[in-house]
């Protein structure tokens, strides 16, 4: 995260002190840099350059307008898997015909409605869905274009509630069925085969499971074409992870390598595809996103019983359910720096220095930031979550009817935007009626 930076003691992003960001907005707030955002939109762009490409943001993982406006000026197109999601990207101005749709349970009315829009395609996770596909393009008179997304039955070696290409996820048509799948799309009047799809996890920290993937795809589609089914588009999906850590994943650069290494020796030994024609599809959510992102929040008390020492603060699982739901480590900054460790000889006794669990104001006991981290807090001190830009916000709830924070984009020239306010209490109840 290097937009962030100690100076004189005080923590910085952007050139901007959280300190007066947290003082201008309150707390808990989300913080993103444009700047971040746009340098890791443009390294999958450059690596991607020498091919047909197009770049497909994940919204889901932050699906803020301007967010999405901002991908969306940098050419970006967009994985949607709701409406939700496609009323999003369009009023964020997205082009339709760069949106794709996943998911494994799109109703009629969405799928009416992304025929309307004209999207690209339609990732297609069953033969029913395929089918209703089918039925409800030919009541609209319309011809869907789809992919199918396979099931590729590899090992994406990540969390289990975030791997999604295993035979038992309930993700994408089974490798051992794809063909057939695609032979019945193939004659169904309404539909028209556009491309094949994929996307087997995420916070994939290592290339082998893409590797292994994209050869499993890559041998479908000359199976493909063999059945006289050509595609025009490859969708490698989403996944690549981040640095919470100290993990080491591919950059960007690196995953495309691998991929484009792929793609060289397939399109060699298969003259009759076409390789210049066939466009190349990611999904990135995380990697676009995550490390571009903040959460402030205040220490509300500290408290401290026999061994245990707490740092009760005002954001809570509501606001960030990662270490909660997945026991996610996200690095946990003090907003005043640690003093470098006194030589013992001169240490004088700090009594606020301790092996802190980070808490929330939630009740339960699940809602923790982050557990034993050494810091040195008083109350009314900032901590600032790190890595927060991807699934913090976008996964927040009102859980204990807690207002969502605000949002704010950190802009050139120590320039900032509130691009979400936080949540008024009326916002809590809205749409709800007494008898
Ligand atoms: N494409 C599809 C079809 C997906 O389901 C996902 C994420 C992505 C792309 C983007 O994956 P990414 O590049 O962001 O890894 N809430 C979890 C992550 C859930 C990911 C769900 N699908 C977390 O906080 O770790």
Redesign the pocket.
Known sequence: MDFLQYKNGRLFADDIAIAELAKQYGTPLYLYSKNSITQQFLAFAKALNHRKHLICY?V??NSNLAILHLLAKLGSGF?IVSQGELERVLVAGADPKKVVF?GVAKSVAEIERALQVDIKCFNVESEAELERINQIAGRLNKIAAISLRINPDVDAKTHPY?S?GLRENKFGISYQLAESVYQRADRLPNIKIVGIDC?IG??LTQLSPYMDAADRILALVAKLYADNITIEHIDF????GVCYDNEEPPTPAELIAVLEDRLKHFFNDNPNIDGKKIEILI?????IVANAGLLVTKVEYLKHQEDNHFAIVDAGMNDLI?PAL?Q?WMRILPEKEAEQEPAKSTAKESTSRHLYNVVGPICESSDILGEKRDLDLSEGDLLVVCSAG??GFS?ASNYNSQPRPAEVMLLDDKKHKLIRERESFTQLWQGETIL
Do not use: F, N
Request: proline share 4%; net charge positive; aromatic share 8%.
């Open positions: 994940a889901k993982a994985d996943s975030i999604t996307h995420s916070q999906g989403g996944g690549l999904e990135p959510g995380r990697s990662r997945y996610a991807a699934y996964m």
